[in-house]
C-alpha cells in the first residue's frame, strides 16, 4: 500500500485509501497532537491503526490510545495468546503491560497477566506470566491499570484516530477525530472496540455520543 511521508516524524498513509474504515470522511481535530509518550508505552516501528480508540488532552495536545485486539488462538495452558492482526488491526503492546479479558470487573489486579514477551513475526503472540481466566476466542483483551487496587480500563475514549500511523519517531503527529459527522466507523473493519466503551445502544462512545459506529460493512 502507498504511504507518503508527512513529515519528519511520521508515515500516514493517505485518508483515500483508509475510507472503508469509516461510511465517509470524518471531521478532523484540529491543532495536531502527539502521542502521549510519558504516559504510554510506544516504540519506534509500531503502526497504530485507524479507529483506534484514543484519549485526547487538548491542554498538553496529547492522544492516549486504547490498546485493544481480539484472540484468535490460546495455548494449552493459557499463558501464549495468538491476536488477530491484518488486516485491520497491528497490535502495539509492549513488554510489561499487563492485559485482561475486556469489560471484566472488580478483578484484583495483582492477579492479572503481565506481558513477558512478544512475538511479532508471522503471528503476533504474547507470553504471559498467568493465563487470563475463561478467556475464548474472539474475546477482546485490553491493557489494564491499576486503581486502588481494581483493574480497570486506562479510560473512556473521545476520539478516534483517523489513518494507519507508522511511528518513525516518538514525536510523531497523529490526527484524530471527535465527531464522525454525518458518518459512522465501521467496527468491523477496526480494532475491536468493547462494550464498555460504547452507550447503551452499542452504537455511539460512551464518552463521545458524536462517535457514532456501524457494525455491518457498507
Do not use: W
Not at 493517505?14 to 469509516?22: D, E, I, L, M, N
Not at 499487563?98 to 471484566?104: E, F, L, T, W
Not at 513477558?116 to 508471522?122: A, D, Q, S
Request: net charge negative.
Amino acid at each position: 500500500m502507498l504511504k507518503t511521508k508527512t513529515n519528519m516524524n511520521i508515515s500516514n498513509i493517505p485518508f483515500g485509501c483508509q475510507q472503508s474504515h469509516f461510511t465517509g470522511k470524518p471531521d478532523i481535530l484540529p491543532g495536531g497532537f502527539t502521542f502521549d509518550k510519558e504516559h504510554q508505552k510506544l516504540s519506534v516501528g509500531d503502526i497504530v491503526s485507524a479507529g483506534t480508540l484514543a484519549i485526547c488532552d487538548e491542554l498538553n495536545r496529547t492522544i492516549r490510545i486504547i490498546k485493544t485486539a481480539r484472540v484468535s488462538n490460546i495455548s494449552e495452558d493459557g499463558t501464549k495468546v495468538e491476536l488477530c492482526t491484518y488486516p485491520y488491526n497491528d497490535p502495539c503492546f509492549k513488554v510489561g503491560e499487563r492485559v485482561y479479558k475486556a469489560d471484566c470487573t472488580n478483578v484484583d489486579f495483582s492477579t492479572v497477566p503481565k506481558i513477558e514477551k512478544i512475538k511479532e513475526t508471522g503471528v503476533y503472540v504474547l507470553y504471559l506470566s498467568c493465563p487470563i481466566p475463561d478467556l475464548k476466542e474472539n474475546d477482546i483483551i485490553e491493557q489494564m491499570v491499576e486503581s486502588d487496587g481494581i483493574a480497570v480500563e486506562i479510560g473512556k475514549a473521545d476520539c478516534l484516530t483517523i489513518r494507519d500511523i507508522e511511528l518513525t519517531d516518538l514525536d510523531a503527529g497523529v490526527d484524530v477525530t471527535q465527531s464522525t459527522g454525518m458518518f459512522s466507523a465501521k467496527e468491523k473493519l477496526i480494532p475491536p472496540i468493547p462494550n464498555s466503551q460504547k452507550d447503551p445502544t452499542g452504537k455511539f462512545l460512551v464518552a463521545n455520543p458524536h462517535i457514532k459506529l456501524i457494525s455491518i460493512l457498507e
